[in-house]
């Protein structure tokens, strides 16, 4: 995974809680489920990220 990558799913993540906490703060429902779908979001890249690592190093370990 990118240096990239992991800080653009970052502020998507903290970005995330933060409109949650807005949301909940405010009363709209609405914005802390948008905050809630941000940060599920973010943590569904960062897992894409590290499979594709992960099948990046094992190709690397069979090709030796």
Avoid: P
């Avoid at 990239?4 to 802390?32: S, W």
């Avoid at 973010?42 to 069979?62: I, N, P, Q, R």
Wanted: proline residues 0%.
């Amino acid at each position: 995974m990118g240096v990239g990558d992991k800080f653009e799913n970052r502020a998507e993540g903290l970005g995330g809680r933060a409109e949650e906490a807005v949301g909940d703060v405010t009363g709209d429902d609405e914005l802390k489920a948008d905050g809630a779908t941000d940060q599920l979001k973010a943590k569904a890249k960062d897992v894409g990220e590290s499979v594709k690592d992960l099948g990046a190093s094992v190709k690397d370990k069979f090709s030796k």
